[in-house]
């Protein structure tokens, strides 16, 4: 049988500067990784598990960094290629996708009762938990993928996999990061993409930090028992055996695979580098998730704070970065899914420009709070608005309606979507002028104008409707927009204590 040996074959999709594309083996995409624009893989969640791993196998090869000098070292000089070399050599005979004793990422002696489709491995294709729309695959009889597709697809089941309560094996539960938006900054090419999110780990964590490959797999009746366990660092966690699996190939390729809940992490109060945090009264402190509220209205939980619950890596790209301006990583790629218990929903993959002021002085964090709460304050406005316009028709007279009916008239209407979908454009533009030379309060008029706008726009979207229809629409309306009128007037007011201020200072 082909040892499909991870370290050599292609399997790692990426994409180059000049926008063609290859698949390489582990050792080739980090000797190419000055040249490679980035790893890429139609599946966001692929994206964000094969980035984990190869940053596990710069943890183990180099032994470190260890501190920040170590790091920015680093960061100057490059990836020691001869170091990486050696590493994989040495642990080669644990990157066979096929071994008889340690095959790469899966249980040897797994027997399963039941063999299963490859299509478990993937949200995209898994229809336990949700056939997706426009996936044409048979779940029944899907056929065989190519080693390199599965191994792909186990990458990411390990990172992403959440509990659904169905296993042969003891049940255990969801991966360590499975629910939480994990972010990336993104640097000129691949080396510095991976050197950025390299963060330092202490010294004495480095030696027993070990990935998947250097221990010995568990065994079935371990397995069957259950296993739990914190995790010993990066390189363990990113590598973390969530799920039991066991590839069966067929000559063709993966058709079927043993399948079964795998090792329960017991480290919850552990913080992931690649997670934002925020402290949520009552319960503690939270890793950023998507939700249906977009993302970007969390932004300011992206950006470093004196709490430090901002994402480690964000932090140590901006620390590493700073005595290399041209490599400072203009972007951020967030990826993830969201879930409801089992049910994977959707997952998504979302770009930021990172304002390159956070290099400076300046409060960054702060200022874009600022701008977010003016949103959301806006927004209540027009919450208000569109609440009264709705109780009014529907009462029609002296009923008070209940409040549920209320808020199911105001889901329909098309105001506050149309509010926030305007902004987010004005947003991702804000952050593209947001630096160190720039004026707060220049920027922060061109923010107000957009919220004006915004919500100017979203009200008379409702207003064009509104009037077609009878009198109590009509009373209705009339009575709503007056939040609007006075929301809009306060707006008003500050652009033009701005604009007086801004006149001044030309003085």
Same mark, same amino acid.
């Given at each position: 049988?082909?040892?499909?040996?991870?370290?050599?074959e292609?399997?790692?999709?990426?994409?180059?500067? *000049?926008?063609?594309?290859?698949?390489?083996?582990?050792?080739?995409?980090?000797?190419?990784?000055?040249?490679?624009?980035?790893? /890429?893989?139609?599946?966001?969640?692929v994206?964000?598990?094969?980035?984990?791993?190869?940053?596990?196998?710069?943890?183990?090869?180099?032994?470190?960094?260890?501190?920040?000098?170590?790091?920015?070292?680093?960061?100057?000089?490059?990836?020691?290629?001869?170091r990486?070399?050696?590493?994989?050599?040495?642990?080669?005979?644990?990157?066979g996708?096929?071994?008889?004793?340690?095959?790469?990422?899966?249980?040897? +002696?797994?027997?399963?009762?039941?063999?299963?489709?490859?299509?478990?491995?993937?949200?995209?294709?898994?229809?336990?938990?949700?056939? @997706?729309?426009?996936?044409?695959?048979?779940?029944?009889a899907p056929?065989?993928?190519?080693?390199?597709?599965?191994?792909?697809?186990?990458?990411?089941?390990?990172?992403?996999?959440?509990?659904?309560?169905?296993?042969?094996?003891?049940?255990?539960?969801?991966?360590?990061?499975? %629910?939480?938006?994990l972010?990336?900054?993104?640097?000129?090419?691949?080396?510095?993409?991976?050197?950025?999110?390299?963060?330092?780990?202490?010294?004495?964590?480095?030696?027993?930090?070990?990935?998947?490959?250097?221990?010995?797999?568990?065994? @079935?009746? /371990?397995?069957?028992?259950?296993?739990?366990?914190?995790?010993?660092?990066?390189?363990?966690?990113?590598?973390?055996?969530?799920?039991?699996?066991?590839?069966?190939?067929?000559?063709?390729?993966?058709?079927?695979?043993?399948?079964?809940?795998?090792?329960?992490?017991?480290?919850?109060?552990?913080?992931?580098?690649?997670?934002?945090?925020r402290?949520?009264?009552?319960?503690?402190?939270?890793?950023?998730?998507?939700?249906?509220?977009g993302l970007?209205?969390?932004?300011?939980?992206?950006?470093?704070?004196?709490?430090?619950?901002?994402?480690?890596?964000?932090?140590?790209?901006?620390?590493?970065?700073?005595?290399?301006?041209?490599?400072f990583?203009?972007?951020?790629?967030?990826?993830?899914?969201?879930?409801n218990?089992?049910?994977?929903?959707?997952?998504?993959?979302?770009?930021?420009?990172?304002?390159?002021?956070?290099?400076?002085?300046?409060?960054?964090?702060? +200022?874009?709070?600022?701008?977010?709460?003016?949103?959301q304050?806006?927004?209540?406005?027009?919450w208000?608005?569109?609440?009264?316009?709705?109780?009014?028709l529907?009462?029609?007279? /002296?009923?008070?309606?209940?409040?549920?009916?209320?808020?199911?008239?105001?889901?329909?209407?098309?105001?506050?979507?149309?509010?926030?979908?305007?902004? /987010?454009?004005?947003?991702?533009?804000?952050?593209? @002028?947001?630096?160190?030379?720039?004026?707060?309060?220049?920027?922060?008029?061109?923010?107000?104008?957009? @919220?004006?706008?915004?919500?100017?726009?979203?009200?008379?979207?409702?207003?064009?409707?509104?009037? %077609?229809? *009878?009198?109590?629409?009509?009373?209705?309306?009339?009575?709503?927009?007056?939040y609007?009128?006075?929301?809009?007037?306060?707006? *008003?007011?500050?652009?033009?204590?701005? +604009?007086?201020?801004?006149?001044k200072?030309?003085?």
């Open positions: 049988m082909k040892e499909f040996n991870l370290i050599d292609a399997w790692i999709p990426v994409r180059f500067q *000049d926008g063609s594309r290859g698949e390489f083996g582990i050792l080739e995409t980090l000797r190419r990784a000055p040249d490679i624009a980035a790893l /890429e893989d139609p599946s966001p969640l994206t964000a598990a094969l980035h984990r791993l190869l940053l596990a196998v710069l943890y183990r090869a180099l032994r470190g960094p260890c501190d920040i000098d170590e790091a920015r070292a680093l960061f100057k000089s490059g990836l020691p290629m001869d990486i070399e050696a590493y994989l050599q040495e642990w080669r005979h644990r990157f996708l096929f071994n008889e004793t340690h095959p790469f990422g899966q249980i040897p +002696d797994f027997e399963p009762k039941s063999w299963r489709a490859w299509t478990v491995l993937a949200a995209e294709h898994n229809a336990d938990n949700a056939k @997706v729309l426009f996936d044409h695959i048979d779940v029944q056929g065989s993928i190519p080693e390199a597709e599965a191994t792909r697809w186990l990458m990411a089941t390990q990172t992403f996999s959440v509990s659904c309560g169905k296993s042969e094996l003891s049940h255990t539960g969801t991966a360590p990061s499975a %629910t939480a938006a972010l990336l900054p993104l640097g000129m090419n691949l080396q510095d993409t991976l050197l950025l999110s390299l963060v330092p780990q202490s010294r004495h964590l480095i030696e027993d930090d070990l990935p998947i490959w250097e221990r010995e797999p568990e065994r @079935v009746e /371990e397995l069957k028992q259950g296993i739990e366990r914190e995790s010993c660092g990066l390189a363990d966690r990113y590598t973390w055996r969530t799920r039991s699996v066991r590839f069966q190939p067929d000559g063709e390729g993966i058709k079927n695979l043993a399948f079964a809940s795998g090792i329960q992490s017991t480290s919850q109060d552990q913080l992931d580098p690649m997670q934002a945090y402290e949520i009264k009552d319960k503690g402190l939270l890793p950023l998730a998507f939700q249906e509220r970007w209205r969390e932004f300011d939980t992206l950006l470093p704070d004196q709490n430090d619950h901002s994402p480690q890596n964000i932090r140590h790209a901006v620390e590493v970065s700073k005595g290399f301006p041209a490599r990583p203009a972007t951020v790629l967030i990826l993830g899914q969201s879930n218990k089992a049910k994977i929903e959707y997952w998504r993959m979302e770009r930021f420009a990172l304002p390159r002021s956070i290099l400076g002085a300046r409060f960054v964090r702060e +200022d874009i709070r600022s701008f977010l709460n003016q949103a304050t806006s927004q209540s406005a027009l208000s608005a569109c609440s009264t316009y709705a109780r009014l529907i009462a029609r007279g /002296e009923r008070s309606p209940d409040k549920k009916d209320i808020r199911a008239f105001v889901d329909q209407m098309p105001c506050i979507p149309a509010y926030w979908s305007s902004l /987010e454009a004005a947003f991702h533009a804000l952050l593209q @002028v947001y630096t160190e030379e720039a004026i707060f309060e220049v920027i922060r008029r061109s923010w107000l104008y957009s @919220v004006r706008e915004a919500l100017r726009d979203a009200w008379n979207l409702h207003r064009q409707s509104a009037r %077609t229809g *009878d009198a109590w629409a009509i009373r209705a309306l009339v009575r709503a927009e007056g609007i009128g006075a929301e809009l007037k306060k707006l *008003d007011a500050v652009i033009r204590e701005i +604009d007086a201020d801004l006149e200072e030309k003085a």
